[in-house]
């Protein structure tokens, strides 16, 4: 642990247990991101839902690159897949960090859950 920051520890309340499920399984592999075990004090919940919280303003652009993400996508397999160039993958990733208020991808997958922004 040369230097790197603790993970951020997240906690999962769902009550679909398909859908916690899916969610741990995204969320598993993330850089930077621990789940919490059941009963263990988290730095963030992810409460799914099923609308975006209404003061989330990301572009449609945004949320399919958050999707990606939070599959563990790379810039790189983000832009193939969205058929944009990775300079603008960054920017998007850029203006997600800015939007949600997070300092990496995985801060900014564990806000957009917790937003609801994030379909999982």
Same mark, same amino acid.
């Given at each position: 642990?040369? @230097?790197?920051? #603790? *993970?951020?520890? +997240? /906690?999962?309340?769902?009550? !679909?247990?398909?859908?916690?499920?899916?969610? =741990?399984?995204?969320?598993?592999?993330?850089?930077?991101?621990?789940?919490?075990?059941?009963?263990?004090?988290?730095?963030?919940?992810?409460?799914? @839902?099923?609308? #975006? *919280?209404?003061? +989330? /303003?990301?572009?449609?652009? !945004?949320?399919?690159?958050?999707?990606?993400? =939070?599959?563990?996508?790379?810039?790189?397999?983000?832009?193939?897949?969205?058929?944009?160039?990775?300079?603008?993958?960054?920017?998007?990733?850029?203006?997600?960090?800015?939007?949600?208020?997070?300092?990496?991808?995985?801060?900014?997958?564990?806000?957009?859950?917790?937003?609801?922004?994030?379909?999982?």
């Amino acid at each position: 642990m040369s @230097g790197e920051p #603790p *993970a951020l520890v +997240v /906690a999962i309340e769902v009550g !679909e247990p398909e859908l916690a499920d899916r969610l =741990a399984a995204l969320l598993a592999d993330v850089p930077g991101l621990r789940l919490a075990a059941p009963g263990e004090p988290a730095d963030a919940t992810l409460v799914a @839902g099923s609308e #975006p *919280a209404p003061d +989330v /303003a990301l572009t449609p652009r !945004e949320l399919d690159v958050l999707a990606l993400i =939070a599959e563990g996508a790379s810039n790189k397999a983000i832009a193939r897949r969205l058929g944009i160039s990775v300079h603008t993958v960054k920017f998007h990733i850029a203006s997600l960090l800015d939007k949600l208020d997070a300092q990496g991808r995985a801060e900014a997958v564990a806000q957009g859950a917790r937003l609801r922004a994030l379909r999982l």
